[in-house]
């Protein structure tokens, strides 16, 4: 049996947890106005350039989109998937 993880300053070990979750939140909130900023550049970049709003909100969804895709592709062609628990296939 594997010993404990010997903790001995309950206190700080709760200040520490306290301020991460307030991070998390502040990053979360960051990461928000961010995509918004990047939503309203789209919209005055489609504006300016006389594109229909549809053209422009598929870009949008492209910018946002393409990236998630070639990292799933990436990762899938390296033999990381989800499906069998994050273990590649040279390792089965």
Do not use: K
């Given at each position: 049996?594997?010993?404990?993880?010997?903790?001995?300053?309950?206190?700080?070990?709760?200040?520490?947890h306290?301020?991460?979750?307030l991070?998390?939140?502040e990053?979360?909130?960051?990461?928000?106005?961010?995509g918004?900023?990047?939503?309203?550049?789209?919209d005055?970049?489609g504006?300016?350039a006389?594109l229909?709003?549809?053209?422009?909100?598929a870009?949008?969804a492209?910018?946002?989109m393409?990236?998630?895709?070639?990292?799933?592709?990436l990762?899938l062609f390296?033999?990381t998937?989800?499906a069998n628990g994050?273990?590649?296939?040279?390792?089965?």
């Open positions: 049996m594997t010993p404990g993880a010997d903790v001995q300053a309950i206190d700080a070990l709760q200040d520490w306290n301020a991460l979750c991070f998390r939140d990053a979360l909130d960051a990461l928000g106005s961010i918004m900023e990047v939503r309203r550049a789209f005055w970049i504006t300016h006389g229909p709003r549809p053209v422009w909100q870009g949008f492209f910018y946002w393409v990236p998630a895709l070639l990292v799933s592709v990762l390296r033999g998937h989800l994050g273990h590649s296939r040279e390792s089965s």
